[in-house]
């Protein structure tokens, strides 16, 4: 089992050391991942400058690129071998409901879409590193856990854990995604050479939050698992848009 680690908080954060260290007796694992804390990089590839792999002092592989780049870059060769499967994180915040389409930690996985192994994204529910032994362990189990499933291709887990001791975590559940209220509007700011920026503001509260949710099942002390997919298409618009079309052109 060969594995590719990589996160969007940067290749220094605690968490993918926590993550590495979990599954490094498990599989041959190879880190790949950004040299600076890209969260809310999405999937988004750097296309207008070349990539730089850096090897640091502890084999992890620094890029100067996002966290989708890190993926795409170890997959299609930079490494002698492709992985089986990717896992990202821990990121240290959620990704619940809309925070899917801004991660790069769930995004990182989603790259991973194309291998055998279903890929694995990882987020603790909390700013601090105090918790990751719980989310590692947790992690671990999962990882060892993938190779008796079989999804098909272009799945994700999204995996969220509370931020508790182990102790206190109640069980898994599996969840869909709930969704936020909108973002408070962003935070006017001004240098000291009186030119005006805006920083975004925090993701929204739950809005839809009820049991079945991701949200609910980490605010109960349940370690969250959505299953993603790519296709977002929304089939049950079809047919009131064939309305909508006809006589159109
Ligand atoms: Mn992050």
Not at 21 to 43: M, R
Not at 107 to 124: D, K, P, V
Not at 209 to 235: C, E, K, N, W
Request: with cysteine; net charge negative; glycine share 10%.
């Amino acid at each position: 089992m060969r594995i590719l680690i990589s996160n969007d908080d940067g290749v220094t954060a605690p968490g993918i050391a926590a993550l590495h260290a979990a599954l490094a007796d498990y599989a041959e694992c190879v880190v790949i991942a950004p040299d600076q804390d890209k969260s809310g990089a999405s999937s988004s590839l750097t296309l207008d400058r070349p990539l730089h792999p850096q090897t640091l002092a502890n084999g992890f592989i620094s890029l100067n690129g996002t966290p989708t780049d890190c993926v795409h870059l170890g997959l299609n060769g930079l490494l002698p071998q492709t992985p089986d499967m990717v896992v990202s994180g821990i990121n240290l915040g959620a990704n619940l409901g809309d925070d899917v389409l801004y991660s790069g930690t769930v995004a990182a996985a989603l790259e991973g879409r194309f291998l055998g192994g279903t890929s694995l994204a990882f987020s603790l529910l909390s700013r601090q590193p105090d918790n990751l032994p719980t989310a590692a362990h947790i992690a671990r189990r999962l990882v060892e856990a993938q190779s008796r499933l079989s999804l098909p291709p272009r799945t994700v887990l999204n995996v969220n854990i509370p931020n508790l001791p182990l102790e206190h975590i109640r069980g898994i559940q599996l969840t869909r995604l709930g969704h936020r209220a909108r973002a408070a509007a962003p935070t006017k700011v001004v240098n000291p050479r009186g030119k005006e920026g805006y920083w975004i503001a925090v993701a929204g509260d739950a809005e839809d939050g009820g049991p079945g949710t991701d949200f609910h099942a980490v605010m109960q002390g349940y370690v969250s698992i959505t299953p993603l997919q790519l296709d977002r298409t929304f089939s049950d618009a079809f047919e009131q848009l064939d309305g909508w079309l006809e006589g159109l052109l």
